[in-house]
């Protein structure tokens, strides 16, 4: 999975004691005057426009993965050498910042390094100058957790959805369990907060089959008011025609009750509803037949069940029962 976090990178001068960190990481020894280092702050424990957060043991676990891990700088297409690698990282928790959970703010700060190279003069100018950047983490845990139930929130199983309130309380997805630390990077931040993901949203999920696939997945979706319209009518499409399939499946029910009461005097009203509650609307399609079939062997039908009777003598529906 991918977390994107927005944080300053600010640039730090290296101590001798970094120094010996850095060279525990590097081929050839480095000195001072050759390393750029600079802070940024990886992730942290407040829920994130994915209503997803980190709880604090996922953090401390991924502030001690994420040590030699090395970044990508994707704004800059001819970048690809220009990395930068972590050589130090610690989990802060601030003592005056609150979540929206309540909690202490705790993040992961790392430190990291690149060799001071032309073709990395721009990148540190850039990071020099103060620039505000996005920066995304891949990592892979093992856990979601329903912040409101307590939950297993993989596959939907507990019912509640992130993003809905339930009583005052928004639920969101605690990640935790944390297994790896892929890669870090820097992507450019959108003009506008979630610019990216509603730009997402009209590509990836123009299809209701999509949309539908993607909530199933749990993931957290925003509509256009389009887009909601073609949801709802959706839905109410879906709603009556469950509603006629109760109503054919009553029907058909009462139907087989009768005729298997004329067919087996022998069998009670009861012990045929539950046979027809288990069985699927095709079943109790043949079932219903079959009966019938045997009914009128007794007890003369109507003329149209008569008719229909034959029809169901050459679809061998009596031994399909
Ligand atoms: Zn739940």
Redesign the pocket.
């Known amino acids: 999975m991918n977390k994107e976090f927005k944080a300053n990178v600010s640039p730090c001068t290296v101590t001798e004691e970094e120094l010996l960190l850095i060279n525990k990481l590097t081929v050839k020894e480095l000195k001072a005057e050759e390393v750029f280092t600079f802070k940024v702050i990886l992730c942290d424990n407040e829920v994130d426009r994915d209503c997803e957060r980190f709880d604090i043991a996922a953090l401390e676990k991924l502030a001690e993965l994420f040590v030699g891990v090395t970044g990508i700088f994707d704004h800059n297409p001819c970048g690809g050498n220009q990395t930068a690698r972590i050589f130090d990282t610690e989990c802060e928790t601030s003592k005056d910042k609150v979540t929206s959970c309540g909690d202490s703010y705790v993040c992961v700060k790392a430190k990291a390094y690149m060799p001071i190279t032309g073709k990395n003069a721009d990148l540190i100018a850039e990071i020099e100058a103060g620039i505000k950047k996005e920066v995304s983490v891949s990592c892979a845990v093992s856990s979601f957790t329903?912040?409101?139930?307590?939950?297993d929130?993989r596959h939907g199983s507990?019912?509640?959805i992130r993003g809905e309130v339930y009583g005052n309380r928004k639920?969101h997805c605690i990640l935790s369990d944390v297994t790896d630390a892929y890669e870090w990077s820097f992507v450019a931040i959108p003009a506008q907060i979630n610019a990216g993901v509603t730009k997402g949203f009209e590509k990836e999920y123009e299809s209701t089959d999509n949309l539908i696939k993607t909530v199933r997945d749990g993931r957290c979706v925003k509509f256009t008011s389009e887009q909601a319209k073609e949801l709802c009518s959706y839905i109410t499409r879906l709603e009556k025609e469950a509603e006629d399939g109760r109503l054919f499946r009553k029907s058909l029910t009462d139907d087989t009750v009768r005729y298997a009461l004329l067919a087996v005097p022998e069998l009670d009203a009861d012990t045929i509803r539950n046979l027809c509650y288990s069985a699927e609307t095709a079943e109790l399609i043949n079932i219903k037949n079959a009966f019938r079939s045997k009914a009128s062997e007794f007890i003369p039908l109507t003329p149209q069940l008569k008719a229909k009777k034959e029809k169901t003598q050459t679809d061998n529906n009596e031994f399909k029962f």
């Open positions: 329903c912040s409101v139930c307590g939950g929130m507990c019912g509640h639920c």
